[in-house]
């Protein structure tokens, strides 16, 4: 297998999860609020409940491009579980950024982040798979369970979100599901 089959594989992970990730933004609220969407899609517009948009289609993703050609390369699972969280951590630091800094969101500003993090999420792990030497299976592992935490607490802050910020819907301020204002 060779670079040029991963960075064409890289660039379609890229193309599929940004395209995914803008739809499944749609899903919860044309599910009538299912439970089972409220898993894998936004139930408001928290910075956090927007991290799913990247997370689920790249895991998805990312499980296919193993099957399919990862396996053919050592560090394909360690970096992309690294590049994964990189790309959500810049979701993130990104945005209180720069509302903090012009003091409100923007939508298409919001938008280029999200499409930026996926860019970064696949060029970043294409390099690494490319460029550095195999990890050990403690070092795969670890990050595996850090994404896999990662995830579980997407599910779990989804229906019981800490009340801070970073769970908080600038437009309601209902945190999750839950308004966590309300629980006493």
Known sequence: MNNNTLFKSDL???IIVSLAGS???FIYPVSGGSALAALFC???ESVWEHLKLLF???IAYTAWQYFAIGRNFAPFLWGRCCSLVIGMLMIIMLYYTYTGSIGRGYLFVDIGLFFAASAL???LSHFITRSFPAPTKTET???LAVVALWGISLFVFTFRPPNIPLFRDPLSGICGIIDTYDIK
Do not use: S
Request: charged letters at 0%; glycine letters at 6%.
């Open 12 to 14: 379609w992970g890229f």
């Open 23 to 25: 739809a499944l933004h």
């Open 42 to 44: 936004p139930v408001n």
């Open 56 to 58: 689920f289609p790249c």
């Open 121 to 123: 999420t696949f060029a």
């Open 141 to 143: 592992l670890l990050w």
